[in-house]
């Protein structure tokens, strides 16, 4: 059953502490990306990547970091200086990574702030 | 940088009745998608658009793409419940491999 799975669902942070949400993919699709949404707005792009151990940042990176070493798996970690993180995280994939491509989503993660 | 923006930010409709929902780019798009997400779920992409002045149709959905490729509208005719949620456009930047969405219509339908 092919897609794109994030885990977990919920996920709640304490003040300071760098919390890690995982995507994974097996579309064999070359492009990621993740993008925050807040209650109702659109979506913003945080990170994304377009071939292993390569990433770029998006309009909203800083107080997030990714990683991109297989290329089924695109984790973002929010760090204790990402001031706001409360939101709902959604991780994207694209074949190949060129603006002319759809994007498949994942089911998304969010993340509240205690 | 490129903005998209939407019209309008909420859709109340009548069950039965048409609505139309519009996108806006600040500059001239290669190709304009929509997507739609329902209420706690992702977005789910429901079509693409490339040439100038195109129109295609799913069911009761009717995408058009403007003649000068700077907008874009979805007109939904008959809408029935299963409609709710929000629907986004999104075009790419001129340069880079981004795509840059509005920030949706949300669409509840009253019975």
């Known amino acids: 059953d092919g897609g794109i799975t994030q885990s977990p669902k919920y996920l709640f942070r304490k003040e300071g502490q760098n919390v890690t949400l995982s995507c994974e993919q097996n579309l064999n699709h070359d492009a990621m990306y993740w993008y925050r949404q807040d209650p109702g707005q659109g979506l913003r792009l945080i990170y994304y990547?377009?071939?292993?151990?390569?990433?770029q940042k998006g309009d909203i990176a800083e107080g997030y970091s990714v990683s991109r070493e297989k290329k089924e798996s695109f984790p973002l970690t929010v760090t204790s200086a990402q001031k706001n993180p409360t939101a709902f995280y959604l991780c994207?994939?694209?074949?190949?990574?060129?603006?002319?491509?759809?994007?498949?989503f994942g089911p998304g993660t969010r993340l509240l702030v205690l | 940088g490129q903005q998209v923006m939407q019209i309008p930010q909420y859709q109340h409709v009548q069950e039965g009745e048409d609505f139309t929902t519009y996108c806006n780019s600040s500059t001239t798009l290669s190709n304009i998608q929509w997507y739609k997400q329902r209420p706690g779920g992702h977005p789910v992409f429901l079509i693409q658009?490339?040439?100038?002045?195109e129109v295609k149709k799913q069911k009761r959905l009717t995408f058009q793409f403007g003649e000068a490729k700077k907008n874009s509208s979805l007109h939904i005719t008959a809408t029935q419940t299963t409609d709710v949620g929000t629907y986004f456009c999104?075009?790419?930047?001129?340069?880079?491999?981004?795509?840059?969405f509005g920030g949706g219509t949300r669409v509840l339908v009253k019975p």
């Open positions: 990547s377009q071939i292993v151990n390569d990433f």
């Open positions: 994207a994939s694209s074949s190949t990574g060129t603006s002319q491509e759809t994007q498949y």
């Open positions: 658009l490339v040439k100038s002045g």
């Open positions: 999104a075009g790419p930047e001129a340069a880079g491999n981004k795509l840059t």
